[in-house]
């Protein structure tokens, strides 16, 4: 099979577009073959650094896939050949990933794709699907009417947010970093936007919750922002973070008597721990898509996998709009250079 191979960590011209051994299935895994994957933040640290996250090198990196089953491993149900799945499944410690044109993956990680998107919708909704999805639900258990605050609103997992706690009945604050982004969350189903940088903390819950603050905070842009999280929360409220990389004094989290839930969602695929959980989280996120509650925003630039550096270096470069998607086996794909 042609995969995407990185044999040493740096910039993206560190991969190898060539022919590499197509995977068997192994007990309890389906072999998928690709028609999109998409790329990820994680996906662009793993290759920077070759941390100890990532698979042993050379390896093909990739989480997010979309594709049909082509093989069964012994022991799987659930599946049939020909059935078109989604999932993040790949690219960590111990598991190549989706840079390829096939993969070998638990079946607990994958679900059946959603009917209402296409594959390279599909292929850009399970890594920060299931992120957003456990955070809200999993974790903050999040009701019908509750207040939700959204930093980072925009990106990748923070527009899924949005809608998800949309279609939970909530009522949702998109905050946002510029006044060009107010018209897409406004989209997404939010009902008020902060712009971040012009409105302290302190402003928005005046101006919003009567001072009281929200009852749930979801902060997709860590480091200092947990600082603002915290303060924009109201007394006995929850903060979901997705990333707490530093100390932090957190005794004004102590005064308000707040729960925080720090979220590292490739815990199950490098631990073997509660990988079925996600199984599920995908076929729930389907449910909502297919009822046209969700839909992951993609971006409109087109990339094969044969430009899989072009495609790491759009997202590194902030110009993306939405989710990044590469095209595997679609005769539509317009590859760049």
Known sequence: MKAQVLYRPGEPE????????????????????LHATSVNPADCK?????????????????????????ALGAGVSGFALGDPV???????????????????????????CPRRLSP?????????????????????????GQRVLVYGASGGVGHLAVQIAK??????????????????????????????????????????????GFDLVFDTLGGDNLNVAIQAARPQGQVVTLVARQNYDLSSAFAKG?????????????HDLGRARHGEILRELARLADGGLIAPLVDPQRFALADLAAAHRHLESGAALGKVVVDILDAEAHPQS
């Open 14 to 33: 560190q991969f190898s577009y060539q022919e590499w051994p197509q995977p068997e299935p192994g007990p309890g895994e389906v072999l998928v073959r």
């Open 167 to 212: 279609a939970c009945g909530a009522h949702v604050t998109a905050a946002i970093s510029t006044p060009n982004k107010a018209s897409l969350v406004l989209s997404l189903g939010a009902d008020e936007v902060v712009l971040y940088r012009e409105e302290s903390p302190k402003q928005a819950v005046r101006r919003l919750t009567d001072g009281l």
């Open 46 to 70: 793993m290759r920077r650094s070759g941390s100890a996250l990532a698979p042993d090198l050379p390896a093909v990196l990739g989480a997010d896939l979309a594709g049909e089953v082509v």
């Open 86 to 112: 989604f999932g993040c499944a790949g690219g960590v410690r111990g598991m190549p990933g989706s840079y390829a044109e096939y993969i070998a993956a638990d079946a607990r990680l994958l679900a059946p």
């Open 120 to 144: 390279r919708q599909a292929a850009a909704l399970p890594l920060a699907g299931i992120t957003a999805y456990e955070g809200l639900i999993d974790r903050a258990r999040l009701a019908p």
């Open 258 to 270: 707040l729960s925080i839930h720090i979220l590292f969602m490739l815990i199950p695929m490098l």
